[in-house]
């Protein structure tokens, strides 16, 4: 069985009740870790309150490099 290594990545939001992103800055971001070989296994928010978010985790993989 192959072995995998993991990342968990938090990103807040802003705004003034949350929710809101730089959409560019994390395609960017998100970018960059599949430039290093990571690939996206989830990407989930965390709520605030009334459907507001708080954070955006995200959870890459890949492969470990030994």
């Not at 807040?12 to 809101?20: A, I, N, Q, R, V």
């Not at 998100?30 to 459907?51: A, P, R």
């Amino acid at each position: 069985m192959e072995p995998w290594e993991y990342r968990t990545i938090k990103f807040k939001t802003g705004g003034f009740l949350g929710g809101k992103i730089d959409e560019q800055k994390f395609q960017e971001e998100l970018n960059g870790y599949g430039q290093e070989g990571w690939e996206l296994v989830s990407c989930f928010d965390t709520s605030q309150y009334e459907g507001a978010s708080r954070d955006i985790i995200v959870v890459f993989k890949r492969k470990k490099m030994f």
